[in-house]
Structures are given as structure tokens and as C-alpha cells.
């Protein structure tokens, strides 16, 4: 359907953006009125003492947030529908511009807060009225060491214009200036590579020649580079380590921990799981190396299918059938919202000309979510609608019982809605198909879903920490020093069911990942949680069935943490759907699913 144009797409299959504005010139009203509430709410400043000068401030922020949010996503996802539309690149633009100055108009709002008492801040936090606001305030309270004076503050403030621009040197090498030579192809021609088409290659073609081609000539590419990129990446840990430093912190990473209020058990506990659990990894690895009839099995080998001629293929609309039949021990009132997401005009489902590719799920506060999709009859398409969907479960519900100050969860969350539907459609799928060679490729999927999202992340983690760590102890970060700790993790999380290959060294110069340090972990942590959820739903669900419970307690816990949206630290968040993360128990929960996994597909593979 890539050749569709927009028109000719159905209704049915596309989502329905009138609900955000019924026509441009109530957008415009909104606009207009933004740019007046921008100029209204700087008059705050040195008001922020006063009770009533507080409490002002925040409803008038209340009232631009969800302004800010409606002209934002609509312009967007306008322009997401089809890119080559004009018009709607000069909505988006306004838009972009009018977030910069938002961010303009309240900086003294933090600044001038930590300034006061903590007496004075308390006062605020006991005040019923200021319970909206309650996270706010608790987190200036919290990092009151960490803010420092207003004049260095906005020394900072300008330091950051530029001092994000390692990230975005990288992505325009990346994307620019990388020399991708030409490639062996699948019918044997000659064609320039792309990150694209080298991730098609390796996940699709069968001859291990063409494989091997493809990745030596695509890290060639990143090999010419790598005095550059360490450059980049050298800077980008130094700029971290002077942020850290600056603010009084111990490390980059209890500097980045500290933003969502998040235990360095937590990551503690990430990382010695992984390291505890990682024989299953190898077994699994072995397995695929004898499956695949190989001598010698390569990094450029572990992304091919390794269950052959085995792959569910459906139209959309079964694809939904199918999901929401998986979906349903979440309940009848679940299974109705995600009904509704089908009829409601939530979803934009297929490809058509000029469409944004991927896949994601969005929506302005007071409105109901929205989904992208480029669906394909696919295994990973179908997985796609409900790994949205669980998303967009998330926000409708976060949305509907959260006043809009503490709607938005954070990323460390964001993944375990949306997991835990994945889990709950691979094991509805294990449970109900007869077919032998289904039940391999599914189990096989599952692993690689550990794979992919804990081991492969927990690894960049790990890197990423080591990295910061020779920052810390003013020791060089050189090209030598970065590849030889990459060197090692690869080795130590492939085992040696794979060849270690020259280049894979300096796998680490290709992650754009790695420009926003200690943000890959919270993959990781959601499959944990998403699984220890997901399993324990299912667990109650028989246990009602089989009547030793009255309630499917797991469920009501899963509910009630969808529903807090950013009403808490997320590491507490997850406290409701009974998940501790700075204890072990889910982490064990999660591995033995894959310990499990990894022992069933080695016994039909006999």
C-alpha cells in the first residue's frame, strides 16, 4: 500500500483529528490565545512567595500546558499524515517556535521557587489546594542542593543552548555525512547501503556471504569515522560529568537517576540480574547456531529468523480480532476502550504517500489517544497495534482520572503498559495454537524480545556507566579505552556460541542512544516489570477460574497503576501494580519466563 495517496484510504482505517479541532480557525484561536497567556504568566516572576501568587501561577501554567499540548500534537500529526504538505510544515514550525518560548517565558519558575524556605514550600505542600502541584513542589524541596543561585543557574541555562549539540552533530554525520558504500543486494546487484536497508539485510537475507559483506562494509563506513565520533562521544560524557559535578553530585549516573527520583538499586539490581541470567542467553545463542546449520556464527548471523517458513500473516482487521481476544484477562472494561480505538477514529493504519514511517502513540490532554501505524501483514505489524494500544490504554486512563499537572508518566514507565500487552498476546498465542513449528517461532520471538529490549540495553547500559567512569576518575576516553570495554561486554553477553569479529569493537560509535546517557536502562526495567505484570494477571485469572480466588487481585493492581499517570515517582508508580523494582523479586519473576522459554524451545527443537 506504500503507493496509496491519503484520499483514497478508507475512513474507516484513519484516524480522526477533527476531534482535536473541528476546523484551522479554532486552532488559530488557541494559538492567538497562547501567545497572549505567554506574556501573561512572566508577570509572576517575584510573585511565586505569596500563596495566592503560587497557586495563580500554576493554574494559569495548567491552562497553557493544555493550550501548548492540543496546537502542538494537531500540527504535527497533520503534518505526519503527509509531509509534503506546505502548509502544515509552517503550522508545525509555529508550533516548534512557540514551544521555545514557552520554555522562555517560565525559566525564573524554578529558580525563584528553590529560592524559598523550605518552611515556606512545606507550608505550600500541606495546603489541600496545592495537591495538583504537590510532585512539583516536592521535587523543588528535593533537589534544593542541586539548584544553585539564579545568576548561575542562567549561566547554565545558556551553556545548554550549545552543550547539546554532541547529540546533534552525531545525528547529522549519522545521517549525512557517513560514507555507506555499495553492498551486495538479495538478487545479487550492487546498491548503496542504508541504515535501512543494512538492518533489512540482516534481518531478512539468507545467504550468511551477503550478510557478512554488508556488516563489514557498514562498519568500514563508522571505522573511517572513529576519530570523530570519539571526539563526539568524549565530549558528550565530559559535558555530562561537568553538569553532574557543577550541581553537586556524586556521578553522571546518580545525576541522571536523580530526575525521576530513582534508587541506583534499581540499576544495581538491572545489571546483577542480567549478569546472573545471561547463561540462558548463551544456551539460546547455541541453539540458534545449531538451527541455522552454521560452523561458525557470527554477530551478522543473530537477526535472521531461526525457525524457518513460520510466520503469522493476516490482514488488519483479524489482526485486531486477534489482539483484542489476547487482551481480554485485562477485563471487560479494557477489552471495551480498546474496541473503541478501532471505530473511534484513534488509529491511522495504513501506509500511504508522504506518511511519517514507524509507529507511535500520541494525543493532546482531554482527548482521546491516538495511534500511527503503517501496518503490513506481518508478525511485528500485528505485535505493533497492540504494543500501541496498551500506550494508548495508558494515557486514556491516566488521562481520565488525573488533572492535567499530573497526567504525563514518565519514560521509566511509559514501555509497561504497552509490554505487558505484548506478553499477554505471545502467551494467549503459545496457549492456544496446535502447530509445532508456530509454538518454536514464538518462543523464539520471545526470547529475542528479552534479548533485544533487557540483555542487548542492559549492555549499552553498562557501557554507558563504564564511559562516564573513566570520565569521573579524569582517566582518557579514547578510541582504545571505549572499544576495549565494548569488546568486553559483547563478548561477555553473546558468549561463545558467537565469533567475535574485529569491528564489533567499536560497535559503540553507531548508537545514537549513547547521547543521552542512562536513558536505555528504562527498556530494560519495563520488560522486568511488563512481565512480572503480565504473569501475575494470568496467574489470578486461573486461580478465579479454578475458584481459589474471588478477584484477580494482579489485575486490580495493573488498573490502579495505569490510572496514577504522573502522580508519583514512577519507581512508586510501579509499587501499585505490585512491582518493587529495588528488590529482586521481579527481576527473578522476569528471567524465570525466560529460563522457562529458553528450556521449552530446546525440548521441541530436539
Known amino acids: 500500500m506504500g503507493e496509496i495517496l491519503r484520499k483514497d484510504i478508507d475512513a474507516l482505517y484513519k484516524w480522526r483529528l477533527e476531534d482535536i479541532y473541528e476546523s484551522e480557525e479554532i486552532w488559530e484561536s488557541e494559538f492567538a490565545q497562547l501567545e497572549g497567556l505567554l506574556v501573561d504568566i512572566t508577570k509572576f516572576k517575584g510573585k511565586l512567595k505569596s500563596r495566592k501568587g503560587l497557586l495563580d501561577y500554576f493554574k494559569m501554567y495548567d491552562r497553557i500546558n493544555y493550550l ?36 522562555q517565558a517560565v525559566s525564573f519558575f524554578t529558580p525563584e521557587l528553590s529560592a524559598l524556605p523550605k518552611e515556606t514550600l512545606d507550608k505550600f ?8 502541584y504537590n510532585l512539583t513542589i516536592k ?3 528535593r533537589n534544593k542542593k542541586f539548584i544553585l543561585s539564579h545568576k548561575e543557574e542562567a549561566l547554565l541555562s545558556k551553556v545548554s543552548a550549545f552543550g547539546g549539540g554532541f547529540k546533534d552533530i552525531f545525528e547529522m554525520v549519522n545521517s549525512l555525512e557517513l560514507d555507506l558504500p555499495e553492498t551486495t543486494w538479495l538478487d545479487g ?5 542504508t541504515h535501512g536497508s543494512y538492518s533489512l539485510l540482516q534481518s531478512t537475507c539468507k ?7 554488508a556488516f563489514h562494509n557498514y562498519m568500514g563506513a563508522y571505522k573511517k569515522l572513529l576519530n570523530t565520533i570519539t571526539l563526539m562521544y568524549s565530549g558528550n560524557v565530559k559535558k ?12 553522571c549516573l546518580s545525576s541522571a537517576l536523580n530526575g525521576s527520583n530513582v534508587p541506583e538499586s534499581v540499576y544495581n539490581n538491572l545489571v546483577a540480574s542480567v549478569d546472573a541470567n545471561v547463561k540462558y542467553m548463551h544456551r539460546f545463542l547455541h541453539l540458534r547456531k545449531r538451527l541455522l546449520g552454521l560452523e561458525k556464527m557470527h554477530g551478522y548471523d543473530t537477526a535472521i529468523p531461526m525457525i524457518e517458513g513460520v510466520e503469522l500473516k493476516m490482514p488488519y482487521d483479524e489482526a485486531y480480532d486477534l489482539v483484542v481476544k489476547s487482551l481480554e484477562p485485562l477485563g471487560d472494561e479494557y477489552v471495551s476502550v480498546v474496541k473503541q480505538a478501532k471505530t473511534g477514529g484513534w488509529i491511522d493504519v495504513y501506509e500511504n504517500v508522504g506518511k511519517r514511517p514507524g509507529a507511535y502513540q500520541w494525543g493532546p490532554y482531554g482527548t482521546h489517544p491516538y495511534i500511527l501505524l503503517n501496518y503490513k501483514e506481518t508478525t511485528r505489524d500485528i505485535f505493533t497495534i497492540t504494543h500501541e494500544l496498551g500506550h494508548a ?25 504497552s509490554t505487558v500487552n505484548e506478553i499477554l498476546l505471545i502467551r494467549h498465542l503459545l496457549s492456544t495454537t496446535t502447530d509445532a513449528g508456530l509454538k518454536k517461532y514464538l518462543l523464539s520471538y520471545l526470547i529475542e524480545t528479552f534479548r533485544s529490549t533487557l540483555f542487548t540495553q542492559t549492555m549499552f547500559a553498562t557501557f554507558e556507566l563504564e564511559a562516564h567512569t573513566l570520565v569521573e576518575k579524569d582517566k582518557p576516553i579514547s ?50 516489570s511488563a512481565v512480572s505484570i503480565a504473569d501475575a494477571i494470568l496467574k489470578d485469572a486461573d486461580d478465579v477460574k479454578s475458584g481459589k480466588a474471588k478477584t484477580n487481585k494482579a489485575l486490580e493492581r495493573f488498573k490502579k497503576f495505569l490510572a496514577t499517570g504522573g502522580s508519583d515517582y514512577p519507581v512508586e508508580l510501579l509499587k501499585n501494580a505490585g512491582v518493587d523494582l529495588t528488590k529482586k523479586a521481579p527481576f527473578d519473576a522476569a528471567f524465570k519466563v525466560l529460563k522457562e522459554a529458553v528450556e521449552e524451545l530446546e525440548k521441541l527443537c530436539e
Open 68 to 103: 501548548f499540548g492540543r496546537v502542538y500534537v494537531y500540527s504535527n500529526m497533520r503534518l505526519h499524515e503527509d509531509s509534503s504538505i506546505s502548509h502544515y510544515q509552517e503550522l508545525t514550525m509555529r508550533a516548534s517556535n512557540m514551544m521555545s518560548k514557552l520554555s
Open 125 to 132: 505542600l500541606a495546603d489541600p489546594e496545592f495537591e495538583p
Open 139 to 141: 521535587d523543588v524541596i
Open 189 to 193: 546487484t550492487k546498491r548503496k547501503l
Open 207 to 213: 545467504d550468511q556471504n551477503i550478510r557478512r559483506e
Open 240 to 251: 555530562n560529568w561537568f553538569y553532574a559535578k557543577t550541581r553537586g553530585h556524586k556521578s
Open 393 to 417: 490504554l495508558h494515557s486514556y486512563y491516566s488521562d481520565n482520572a488525573q488533572p492535567i499537572s499530573k497526567h504525563s508518566y514518565e519514560i521509566f514507565v511509559a514501555e509497561v503498559a
Open 479 to 528: 578510541e582504545k579505552a571505549l572499544s576495549e570495554i565494548y569488546t568486553r561486554l559483547v563478548k561477555k553477553y553473546n558468549g561463545d556460541a558467537v565469533e567475535f569479529d574485529e569491528e564489533s569493537a567499536f560497535g559503540w560509535a553507531r548508537i545514537p542512544h549513547f547521547y543521552r546517557a542512562f536513558y536505555v536502562y528504562q527498556y530494560a526495567t519495563g520488560i522486568i
